[in-house]
């Protein structure tokens, strides 16, 4: 693992990480109640949609309004989490209900996050701290990086949104089959996913818009490879022993959080959906990003 850059001016971001770290509950979301219209607007999957939401022009895509984020639908229900073949902190493999939920078909981007006016460079008189620039420098549709959880979060909550738990981060990317990878059980390609062998990772991030053929069940790019991706839970080694069955996430008690997928500059292996991996949550590297999810309106997981 390459080096982490830790901040430097962490004591700007004490406050931040008191009030959001502290976890007593996922934060809130703008999804709304289910108003007397909402079968009016109806999903792909003939779902209610949230408000702010909207059929995009493709099939199976959404556009989240907020922060024009395209979505996709992951349905309720179970799915396998967890690897018998894995390290032991993907055991026991369980079956996992969650209710319905919308994911980023994408990792966020230097586009999206610049314009939610959160910073992403320095400002004369500001010590407001920002994301760096790679070396390679910004481009607006790679990943945003070197972002840490914390801030990850402060986008999603200005967009409306949050970030995956480790369960809906697992079921976006291997659907409700166990499969190993998004695509399925074939070994990665260039054309699927982006790790430290392809050639674009010689130099940079790949664009969030690539290797379609690496597409999960629900149509969402990248969940293997290109940025490693920050996921809501604290990380807990007996996670899956513990915690519920249904839409689990641990919140507190454990000072890393998870990040899920893999990134452009590890090995293949690191790609696998059901590896689990962790850092600090002020963290923040050139190799992590992270996306975002929304509540379904009423599509409830029943047990
Ligand atoms: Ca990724």
Redesign the pocket.
Known sequence: MRRTDRDARRGVHLLLITCLAAGSALPATAVPALGADAGDRLGWHDEPMPDGLERAEAEGEYRWTKDGAVMVWVSPGAFPMGSETGPADERPVREVWLDGFYVDKH?VSWALWKASGLPWAPEPGSRMPYPKAPDWGIRDDE?VVNVSWTWAREYAEWAGKRLPTEAEWEKAARGTDGRTWPWGEEPPSFERAVWRDHPVAKKSLATVDCCAAGASPWGAL????????WCEDVYDSRAYSTLPERNPVKLDGGRYRVL????FLLEVEDLRSALRYRLYPEDRADYI?F?TVLPGVTATAEP
Do not use: D
């Open positions: 990792e990943p990248n969940l293997a490879g290109n940025a490693y991706e899920r997928g893999g990134a990003g996306r």
